[in-house]
């Protein structure tokens, strides 16, 4: 008899869901796919004027990556009640929150991080200066895990419904606002050279304090939905 | 040698001493003291938004039991079932797992639910998705997930996608599965529907051998199939008036 750990349990998630989006890999970069069109658009419709776009360069970067995040944010439960995997999960001895961690860890791993690593080829194509990209990615690489551990919570109270799509944007979008103006504000204030460090710590702030809050309410909004 | 403690403890403990690494067999109360049902159930009752789906019921399993749960579609013979595994909570009424509270049977490793989804990923093979349920509930002793899917008739099968497999197909890994996690307490939601009466016969011996280990076993069916081995004790299900 061998009741495993709690960290076994969430390997063996973890491991799942990696291996999933690999068996799934093409539907995996669409949200990056998305991002990369939204941006090619802006010159086609502005005009390639490098001073023009490198002002407004980081906004359309962070917008076009909210929204890439935003249209993968659907699935991170969908597949796993359809088919009663959820239900499993759920009635898991392990602690729920914990479990739930390790599903938003992997699916910030596999839509959030490519978003990342195309961050630079984005803002090379909209005339960013050089010197504020170091910005860009912190900016990113904070905001991105907040957006994720957001989101879930969302996605969890919609689970339940049917065509919950613009449902979930009504209840996601309120506290996504605040996420995108400190970290367009990190790039703003480094591409106008003023200091930009308070931004990114209160990103910082936000990211450590959802780690620890989010999973709880992701977990207790899951229970209501699938009751 | 091997040196077993007789002295009666809670599932809690028990557990706890397991997860420790505690290195001989541990009886727990429900073992060692048959006066205590495996599963207590007063005044059970669940009310959907001010309608009642079912009860009051009173009933108690006690180990090397199988009851057969019947009703007419729609008398909330799968409500029952999510109640007692701890997905809702009863409107009314008290739950007892081995004497104690339902709350600890999340944590307790007791329960294990067949439900009408089959629970598996239909992009990974019958081998990964029992893996992934090892990984999750833990493992029985003496048994491997080839061993498991062997033994409800599915060699061969163990590398193709869930989805190229038949829903009866898909019924026998869930089974599997069953065979797998260390769970005392079994309940099936129609176990019996999309099988074969080959899988018909399985899931008889299935609960055949649960029963003799001293698991208990609460099995749904809107009465089409009947219960070949024994003769189960029943538990008639009705829409409340």
Known sequence: MRYGTTGSACRALIRRDLLLTWRRRGDALNPTLFALIVVVMFPLALGPEPNQLARIAAGIVFVAILLAGLLALDGLFRGDQEDGTLEQIVLSPHPLPLLLASKIFVHWLTTALPLILVAPLLAEMLFLPPQVLPVLITSLALATPLLSLLGAVCVALTVGMRRSGMLLALLVLPLYVPVLIFAAGACDAAQAGLPYLAPLLWLGAALVLSMVLAPLACAAALRISIS | ?241
């Open chain 2, 1 to 241: 040698m091997s040196i077993t403690i007789r002295v009666p403890i809670g599932p809690a403990l028990a557990i706890r001493l397991m997860r420790a690494g505690y290195p001989w067999p541990i009886m727990t109360k429900a073992e060692t003291d048959n006066s205590i049902p495996l599963l207590e159930a007063r005044g059970l009752a669940y009310t959907r938004n001010d309608e009642p789906i079912f009860g009051p019921l009173d009933f108690s399993l006690r180990a090397g039991e199988v009851v057969l749960v019947e009703g007419d579609n729609g008398s909330g013979k799968t409500t029952l079932l999510k109640v007692l595994s701890g997905l809702l909570d009863p409107s009314m009424g008290s739950i007892r797992l081995n004497g104690e509270a339902l709350t600890l049977a999340r944590l307790s490793h007791q329960v294990a639910l067949l439900g009408h989804l089959p629970g598996l990923k239909s992009d990974l093979s019958p081998l990964e998705n029992l893996d992934f349920a090892i990984g999750v509930f833990g493992l029985r002793g003496g048994i491997t997930t080839r061993l498991a899917l062997s033994s409800v008739g599915l060699e061969g099968y163990e590398d193709v996608p869930t989805r190229m497999l038949s829903a009866g197909q898909k019924k026998r890994v869930g089974l599997a599965r069953l065979l797998l996690v260390p769970a005392a307490l079994w309940l099936l939601d129609e176990p019996y529907a999309n099988l074969d009466r080959e899988g018909i016969d399985l899931v008889n011996r299935l609960l055949d051998a649960q029963a003799r280990r001293g698991g208990a076993a609460l099995v749904t069916s809107h009465g089409a199939y009947a219960f070949t081995s024994g003769t189960p004790r029943r538990l008639p299900l009705r829409p409340p008036a």
